[in-house]
């Protein structure tokens, strides 16, 4: 098995890094995997000016993995993971459970209390919603038809005190 490093820091080529790996998830649409490269392009446009947080999981030098994250405004150390992915390859293997601890990690050294994370209620989205469930999320909110019609969003949350 083959190492994993974290990094926080972005670098340019990170932007087509996360759209392959939204991409080759088969959960996301289009527009979905547009949305993750623009966060991950206006943090490099904005660097510590914008409110989004990366942490990269790479393997031999190469993005394997990456969760975005951030300070919900206006609450006392609330914070949202907006994404969560890993490559198709590693799947399984314990990879996302890691590299979402250490986004933990990194959130409770900021000073955060409580994490939200947010998932479709569609039957697609069932391992997401067990990997939450797995590690540790509650399931906190359930808004009905929400995306669409028959597609609810469950609101998961985790204190990290």
Avoid at 1 to 22: F, G, H, L, N
Wanted: charged share 25%; aromatic share 12%.
């Amino acid at each position: 098995m083959k190492t994993i490093t974290y990094r926080q820091e972005i670098r340019p080529t990170d932007p087509d890094a996360i759209a392959e790996i939204v991409r080759g998830s088969g959960f996301f649409s289009a527009a979905e995997e547009a949305l993750a490269r623009e966060l991950a392009e206006e943090r490099l446009e904005q660097g510590e000016q914008s409110s989004y947080r990366f942490l990269f999981a790479e393997e031999d030098g190469r993005v394997v993995g990456y969760t975005c994250y951030g300070l919900i405004p206006a609450t006392a150390g609330s914070y949202d993971l907006y994404w969560i992915a890993v490559t198709q390859s590693l799947r399984g293997q314990e990879t996302g459970k890691r590299l979402l601890q250490k986004t933990e990690e990194i959130i409770r050294d900021l000073g955060g209390r409580n994490i939200y994370a947010e998932t479709s209620s569609r039957p697609q989205y069932a391992p997401t919603r067990h990997f939450y469930e797995k590690c540790g999320y509650l399931p906190e909110a359930f808004l009905k038809d929400f995306y669409s019609p028959g597609d609810s969003k469950i609101i998961y949350s985790k204190p990290l005190i």
